[in-house]
């Protein structure tokens, strides 16, 4: 029943800007950790940016002084502030969620479907 939805993803030109935002639902207990992944064409999935409960975040260094993540006080969506959009920014980007579901008493991996995003030139 717990599932991660993103919003937010488009087109844009380069040097525009994005803000993607993901919201987890369902029968959860608490979240440890959101975040999001991206994956061109061809190429692996690879970190964008994550934070913690904690509110400690790690970024990518291509994304870095770019990107901005955060994460409402509820702890149940992140969003991702993406300024001065490249070309090479072009990806699907994941929403990612390690959780405890309900009645679980451990954490798991979940994963969004991904949205689009496209950096003309």
């Known amino acids: 029943q717990v599932q991660l939805k993103e919003f937010g993803g488009g087109l844009v030109q380069a040097g525009g800007s994005l803000r993607l935002s993901c919201q987890a639902s369902g029968t959860i207990f608490s979240i440890n950790t959101m975040g999001w992944y991206r994956q061109a064409p061809g190429k692996q999935r690879d970190l964008v940016a994550a934070?913690?409960?904690?509110?400690?975040?790690n970024y990518a260094d291509s994304v870095k002084g770019r990107f901005t993540i955060s994460r409402e006080n509820a702890k149940t969506t992140v969003y991702l502030q993406m300024n001065t959009l490249k070309p090479e920014d072009t990806a699907v980007y994941y929403c990612y969620a390690k959780l405890m579901p309900l009645g679980l008493g451990y954490l798991e991996d979940y994963w969004g479907q991904g949205t689009q995003v496209t950096v003309s030139s």
């Open positions: 934070v913690a409960t904690s509110g400690s975040t």
